[in-house]
């Protein structure tokens, strides 16, 4: 057979070695039939319990070691409870401050909001209109005051004015309340009529105030405007407060207190004053009252501020002033006649031609007559040789046949001019005249 035949023989052919001999693998080890197979155990940990008696036990082993377990998940919970209540509190406390303050910003936003949009509605007029109406609604009055005195002068005294806007606007429904811009109305000045119901109310007053950038508001009064004159170089104060170059309309004008003269050249020449917006009559005074001297008109809201007289000059205008009403009276009540007082009056007046023309037909017939408490006040002189006035009050008394007697109380304020060296009226205005008082005359007994 030929090696090639050889190689060919398939694998299954080849001859087994038999067991026992040296090159065969070790043979697997049999089991003996009375030997259970062992487990392999597994490696824990133990921890041994021991019974007080020294030995160790199973159960009460297992027992103690569970009861330790569950001791030490109950801790590590509480520890993990607290850190969560921790965590949770923490969270609490952020979400709280964040809330505050998101309230405090968001406020605060609110509040410049607010205030942005009140001034915005203030610097136009009919916003500060309408702020002014609802101070009114609200009878703020305190409030009204204080804004009034903020931009334009307040010659007014609070309990005064306060009363006044009360008689204007107590009872109207100023909700209805509606503007009407008046057309002498300027760059500077605004002037609305308030109108409730097609009816005026008021009329309103609004001027730009730069500093604050916005329009202030006040009522117009139609209460009082007043006229100040001033002979010579007195400062004028009005409830205290001074006026300055701002409020002089005139200079070196004609008083008001010789109006009556034909020729108006002859009047002394003043500085004329304007202020407006009065609801009263207000208290008028200078830097040195001891100098000057401060008289109202009888008749017109118009002040007179003069030299105030002394010495001989102040005895020749109380002297005048004295014999000229007193002839007067007595004109009047038919005691005397014209031509008497004619020697105490200026002629080239308009009140010299009432008077030479009056009859009296009221005062009643009487038997006697006398003068009772009289009393000389208010000199003022502009000049020694210009001009004064005066104001006197007496009561004029007269008894009718014997039985009975009525008293006139009368105040005539006089103004006298220098005529060629001789003082004479050129106006006399009754300041005050009551009805007479009758009073009945007890008959003497012997």
Known sequence: MSNN?????????????PAGSGTSKRPARTAKPDQPVKKKKKKTEAVLHHSPEGHTGGKQETTDLWHLSVERI??????????????????????????????????????????????????????????????????????IY????????????????????????????????????????????????????RQKIATLELIYNEDEKQWNVRTVTDARNFYIEVFGDAQVYVNGIRLNENYITERNVSSEA??????????????????DNLVGIPTVTTQDDAQYSVVKDALQDCFYIADRPGGAMEEVMRTRIRDTAMTYAKYISEDTRFSDLQQYLYRRTNYYKAISSFVNRYFSTHDSYRFDNMHISDLISYGEDVGFTGTISFGYVVTIEGEKSQTYSNTYQMTFLNVSGKWLCSNLVIANQSQPVTEEIEAETE
């Open 74 to 143: 109950r801790e590590a919970s509480e520890r993990e409870r607290r850190k969560i209540n921790s965590s949770n509190q923490q969270f609490l406390y952020f979400l709280l401050k964040l809330f505050l303050v998101l309230m405090i910003l968001g406020s605060a936003v609110l509040f410049l909001t607010w205030k942005v949009l009140e001034n915005y509605e203030k610097s136009t007029p009919n916003g500060a209109m309408s702020s002014y109406v609802h101070l009114l609604q609200a009878e703020n009055y305190d409030k």
């Open 146 to 197: 204080e804004k009034s005195t903020i931009i334009f002068t307040q010659f007014n005294e609070k309990e005064p004015y306060i009363e006044y806007l009360k008689s204007i606007y107590e009872g109207v429904d100023l909700k209805k309340a509606v503007f009407s811009k008046k057309a002498y109305s300027n760059d500077t000045f605004l002037y609305y009529d308030m109108m409730v119901d």
């Open 5 to 17: 035949e050889e190689q060919k023989k398939p694998a299954a052919a080849k001859k087994q070695k």
């Open 258 to 275: 010789y109006s009556n003269l034909f020729d108006l050249n002859q009047a002394p020449l003043v500085t004329r004053y304007h202020i």
